[in-house]
């Protein structure tokens, strides 16, 4: 059984940055794909970012290429997102998903695994 555990959520101002978590357990982290999403209030859930078993390959959506970063520390299980330049409208419940295969994934079906999610609130 794989765990999902997000952490480094909460309340920043506009413009703020924060920096999200995910840890892995359960199986081999390095051998997965990973990837982070968003749902915000009344909104279906989104792809933020995803990043391949190395790392050495990642995708971002486009709208957020100069904002956000993800990457992944496969000594310590850990998977990140690096946000800057925080707006209102990035404020939404921030999820972790494991895949079962090594490469990206840029849809929720691509992913099987979930965390409980972070909420992140950027304030005006």
């Known amino acids: 059984q794989v765990h999902l555990v997000e952490s480094g959520g909460g309340l920043v101002q506009t413009g703020g940055s924060l920096r999200l978590s995910c840890a892995a357990s359960?199986?081999?982290?390095?051998?997965?794909?990973m990837g982070w999403f968003r749902q915000a209030p009344g909104k279906e859930r989104e792809i933020v970012a995803a990043?391949?078993?190395?790392?050495?390959?990642?995708y971002v959506v486009t709208s957020w290429k100069d904002r956000f970063t993800i990457s992944r520390d496969n000594a310590k299980n850990t998977v990140y997102l690096q946000m800057n330049t925080l707006k209102p409208e990035d404020t939404a419940v921030y999820y972790c998903?494991?895949?079962?295969?090594?490469?990206?994934?840029?849809?929720?079906?691509?992913?099987?695994?979930w965390g409980q999610g972070t909420q992140v609130t950027v304030s005006s």
């Open positions: 998903a494991a895949r079962d295969s090594a490469g990206l994934g840029y849809s929720g079906s691509d992913y099987v695994y």
């Open positions: 359960g199986r081999t982290f390095s051998n997965y794909g």
């Open positions: 990043i391949n078993w190395s790392g050495l390959f990642t």
